[in-house]
T-cell receptor
Framework: AQSVAQPEDQVNVAEGNPLTVKCTYSVSGNPYLFWYVQYPNRGLQFLLKYITGDNLVKGSYGFEAEFNKSQTSFHLKKPSALVSDSALYFCAVRDSDSWGKFQFGAGTQVVVTP | DAGITQSPRYKITETGRQVTLMCHQTWSHSYMFWYRQDLGHGLRLIYYSAAADITDKGEVPDGYVVSRSKTENFPLTLESATRSQTSVYFC???????????FGPGTRLTVL
């Protein structure tokens, strides 16, 4: 069985401040982890992924995420948030034992204020 | 144009009617997925497919049927629509099961 949790429904941050969106997961095998972003009335867009290799993953738009196996976490970070980063962010996981069964978190709304 | 498209974009139907949502991708991606998005639940996987004629159930498959006779198409059918199937439906495709998914624009379905 696999699961993913995004513990915060909403994250508020001032422009220019660091942004962190939390994600924790549970899988029986090895995790394949993804972050997506959704702007209003749009489909999801890929930001970054962790499959194997370096624990720090760099992605689109200045975002990065750190895979922490001991804490089963994959938090999304950005050093300096922009107002345009305001959107809905989703973490997704797939167990390496499951060929296509992805599970998405409930989403975290990020609000960046000027 | 290349990409992934969904049709219709908006649909209103009545309880008990059959509805088919279409999904088409031009990349020849092997994998295709159907999700529904509801407030508080994020995206939930309905069905997925690894290739033509290979499909499997996701987290919430009850009341839905899929087929994939051609690589580029992955229609989703609600056999007898219920109000609980009111949702926004997203189709996605990916080159492999470890590649990123590309999402369509979504279909907003309302069942009265």
């Amino acid at each position: 069985a696999q699961s993913v949790a995004q513990p915060e429904d909403q994250v508020n941050v001032a422009e220019g401040n660091p942004l962190t969106v939390k994600c924790t997961y549970s899988v029986s095998g090895n995790p394949y982890l993804f972050w997506y972003v959704q702007y209003p009335n749009r489909g999801l867009q890929f930001l970054l992924k962790y499959i194997t290799g370096d624990n720090l993953v760099k992605g689109s738009y200045g975002f990065e995420a750190e895979f922490n196996k001991s804490q089963t976490s994959f938090h999304l970070k950005k050093p300096s948030a922009l107002v345009s980063d305001s959107a809905l962010y989703f973490c997704a996981v797939r167990d390496s034992d499951s060929w296509g069964k992805f599970q998405f978190g409930a989403g975290t709304q990020v609000v960046v204020t000027p | 144009d290349a990409g992934i498209t969904q049709s219709p974009r908006y649909k209103i139907t009545e309880t008990g009617r059959q509805v088919t949502l279409m999904c088409h991708q031009t990349w020849s991606h092997s994998y295709m997925f159907w999700y529904r998005q509801d407030l508080g639940h994020g995206l939930r996987l309905i069905y997925y497919s690894a290739a033509a004629d290979i499909t499997d159930k996701g987290e919430v498959p009850d009341g839905y049927v899929v087929s994939r006779s051609k690589t580029e198409n992955f229609p989703l059918t609600l056999e007898s629509a219920t109000r609980s199937q009111t949702s926004v439906y997203f189709c996605a495709s990916s080159e492999s099961s470890i590649n990123e998914q590309f999402f369509g624009p979504g279909t907003r379905l309302t069942v009265l």
